[in-house]
C-alpha cells in the first residue's frame, strides 16, 4: 500500500488505520501547543509582564515555560509510532524508502547529540551548506554515532523479519509496540532548550522549519544605492574576514607565544595599528558574516536588515570600484548574500574554483589572488573570506609545521594542552602564509592600499565546559582582532572599545561614500570613536535565534 491509498483508508475508515487518523489528529495537537511553547519561550518576557500583570509575581518573573515544553516533547512517541507503523503497513518499495528516510534522519540526530549535545536544528541546516567540502568530511566523522547504527540495525531486523503486524493482533501490537520503545530508549534524550524528541520526526520537524525560513528569507528584498560617484576611486580597500581567530592568541595583541610573526614585524614598522578590545557580533559564522557584510544597527536582527541593508559590494559600486568577492571557506553564497547580489560585482571566487590541493594551503592561494588584483593598479575593493583556524585544528597546518607540542602559556588544564597547541600551529602557519603571501611582491608597498582585518568569531578553547568551540554563549567566542594595514588616516583613536558593527561604517568612511548616500544611520565609524565614545556591546549567542534571541551583554 502507498501513501495516497493509506490516506484513503484514513477518509473512509474502513478498518484499523482509524488508529493511524487519531495518530495523526493528535500529533498535529502536539505540534501546534508545542509551537505555542516554543514561540512563547522567545517571548518569555510578555509571560512574565502578564504574571505581574495579574499581580501573581511581584519581581517581573514569570513561570519558566520552557521545561514544560521539554517535557510535553515526550508525547512526541505517536509521531514515532506513525512512522514504524507506516513502514510495516506498506509494499517493499515504500518500505526501502521510509528505512532510508529513518537511517538519514536517525543518523543526523544521534550525530549532532553526539557531538554538541543537542538535535539537529533549523541553522545547523545553513552552517553545514557554507562550509568547505573537506570540513563536510571532517564533520562526518567528528559527528558519527555508532548508537544510530544499532537503532538503524534494530529497525531494519524487524522490517525483515517482522511481515506486517497488524495492531488490532496481539502480536502485531507486541512488535510495534516492542520497536518503539527500545529505538525511544535508544535515542531518547531530553533537552529543555531544544525541545528534544524522538530523533526521527525531531529531524523532519526541522526541515519543515528550513522551510518556512527560507521563505521568510527570500520575501526580504535587498535594497539599492541609487547614486554613481562623478569620480573614479584613488585607493584600494582589502577585507579580510578570518575563521575563528581569538585575538588573545595571536602575539600582535600580546600573546606569549609567536603566532604573527608578520603582523608583529608591520606593527614595528609602523605600518599597522589595532584595537586591542573588540567583539563580534556573534559567537557563529553565519550570522557574524551577515552582518559584516550588510551592516546592521541593532542586536537582535528584527527586521532582518541582513536581507535588507545594502550591502558592502553596492556602495563600492555606486562609488565605482571594481568589486570581488573571494570566499576560500565555502562553495556556495551563504552570509544573507543572494544569486540577486552577485549581479553587481565584478568578480565572485568561491572554494570550488580555488582549486586548492588541501585546505592548509587555501588561504595562500586566496593571499595570491589578491595579490594580483592589487597589482594591476588602484580602484579594487576585495572582501575575501578565509579558512582560517576552523575545527580541527590539526587540519589546518602541515605537521611538518609544527613549532608547539608543549605546555601552553597560562594556566591550562593539562587535557587542553593538545588543542590549545594545535591552534596555536594552525594560527602561526595560516597568519604567516597568508600575510607573507600578500605582502612579499606586492607594488607600490601598500600606498593608497587599506586593509582591514577581522575575524569571524572568537574561540572557546577549554575554558567553558562545552563540546561547542564556538556558536556558544562565553565571552571567549566573541573576543576578535581588528587591525588596519598600509594607508589609514592619522590619528585614530583604538582605545575605543570597538565591535563588529562599527566596521562597516568604517569601510564607508574609506571610500568616501558622502553621508546624503547612506541609507541607514549606521553606528559610529571606528575613525571617528574615542576612548570616551561608551557603547554597551551586545552580542548574539549562536546562529539560530539572530532575528528574534535575547542578546547577551559582554563584560570582561
Ligand atoms: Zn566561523
Request: net charge negative; with cysteine; glycine share 6%.
Amino acid at each position: 500500500m502507498n501513501v495516497f491509498e493509506q490516506l484513503k483508508s484514513f477518509i473512509r475508515g474502513t478498518y484499523t488505520e482509524k488508529i493511524t487518523f487519531y495518530t495523526v489528529v493528535y500529533c498535529l495537537i502536539q505540534i501546534s501547543l508545542e509551537e505555542t511553547l516554543f514561540f512563547a519561550y522567545h517571548y518569555q518576557f510578555w509571560i512574565d509582564a502578564f504574571f505581574e500583570g495579574v499581580g501573581v509575581t511581584k519581581n517581573g518573573i514569570g513561570p519558566n515555560i520552557t521545561p514544560l515544553a521539554g517535557q510535553l516533547s515526550l508525547a512526541f512517541v505517536p509521531v514515532s509510532a506513525l512512522i514504524v507503523w507506516l513502514t510495516f503497513s506498506s509494499t517493499r518499495s515504500y518500505k526501502i524508502l521510509y528505512f532510508i528516510l529513518f537511517s538519514i534522519g536517525s543518523l543526523a540526530q544521534f550525530g549532532y547529540w553526539n557531538a554538541v549535545d543537542r538535535f539537529f536544528s533549523v541553522q545547523d541546516f545553513y552552517t553545514g551548506l557554507s562550509v568547505p567540502i573537506e570540513l563536510m568530511l571532517d564533520s562526518v566523522k567528528l559527528f558519527f554515532s555508532p548508537l544510530a547504527l544499532v537503532t538503524i540495525a534494530i529497525y531494519g531486523l524487524f522490517l525483515l523479519f517482522v511481515r506486517s503486524p497488524s495492531p488490532r493482533k496481539v502480536g502485531g501490537l507486541v512488535s510495534i509496540c516492542g520497536l518503539i520503545i527500545v529505538s525511544g530508549i535508544l535515542s531518547y534524550r531530553l533537552q529543555e532548550l531544544n525541545f528534544a524528541t524522538f530523533p526521527v520526526p525531531a529531524f523532519y520537524r526541522s526541515l519543515v522549519q528550513v522551510a518556512l525560513t527560507q521563505q521568510d528569507n527570500s520575501a526580504a528584498v535587498r535594497e539599492s544605492v541609487e547614486y554613481q560617484h562623478p569620480q573614479k576611486p584613488t585607493n584600494n580597500i582589502v577585507y579580510i574576514i578570518d575563521e575563528s581567530i581569538r585575538a588573545d592568541h595571536l602575539s600582535l595583541y600580546g600573546y606569549e607565544r609567536q603566532t604573527t610573526p608578520k603582523l608583529d614585524t608591520l606593527a614595528k614598522q609602523g605600518k599597522l595599528i589595532y584595537w586591542p578590545e573588540v567583539i563580534s557580533a556573534s559567537t557563529c559564522s553565519v550570522a557574524a558574516n551577515a552582518t559584516l557584510i550588510s551592516g546592521i544597527q541593532n542586536l537582535p536582527d528584527k527586521e532582518r536588515r541582513i536581507y535588507k541593508n545594502p550591502t558592502l559590494f553596492h556602495y563600492a559600486e555606486a562609488m565605482g570600484y571594481s568589486t570581488h568577492y573571494l570566499d576560500a571557506s565555502s562553495p556556495r553564497l551563504w552570509n544573507s548574500l543572494s544569486g540577486e547580489d552577485l549581479l553587481i560585482m565584478d568578480e565572485y571566487v568561491n572554494s570550488v574554483d580555488l582549486l586548492y590541493p588541501n585546505l592548509e594551503e587555501s588561504d595562500g592561494i586566496l593571499a595570491e589572488l589578491v595579490k594580483e588584483r592589487l597589482n594591476t593598479g588602484l580602484g579594487h575593493f576585495i572582501v575575501l573570506n578565509k579558512t582560517g583556524v576552523h575545527f580541527p585544528y590539526e587540519k589546518t597546518y602541515p605537521e611538518s609545521a609544527t613549532v608547539w607540542t608543549n605546555a601552553p602559556p597560562g594556566e591550562i588544564e593539562p587535557n587542553h594542552f593538545n588543542t590549545i597547541n594545535h591552534y596555536d600551529n594552525g594560527i602561526l602557519w595560516n597568519s604567516d602564509l597568508f600575510f607573507n603571501t600578500l605582502l612579499d611582491g606586492l607594488q607600490g608597498d601598500l600606498e593608497n592600499t587599506t586593509i582591514i582585518y577581522t575575524s569571524d568569531h572568537g574561540q572557546n578553547l577549554g575554558e567553558i565546559k562545552s563540546p561547542e568551540p564556538h556558536c556558544g554563549r562565553s565571552k571567549y567566542e566573541v573576543q576578535v582582532p581588528l587591525v588596519l594595514i598600509g594607508e589609514y588616516p592619522a590619528n585614530i583613536d583604538t582605545s575605543f572599545q570597538a565591535h563588529h558593527i562599527n566596521i562597516f561604517p568604517t569601510i564607508l568612511d574609506l571610500m568616501g561614500v558622502p553621508e546624503a548616500v547612506r541609507q541607514i544611520d549606521y553606528p559610529i565609524s571606528l575613525l571617528e570613536a574615542s576612548g570616551e565614545d561608551e557603547v554597551a556591546r551586545f552580542y548574539m549567542p549562536g546562529d539560530s535565534d539572530f532575528f528574534t534571541g535575547e542578546p547577551l551583554l559582554y563584560s570582561e
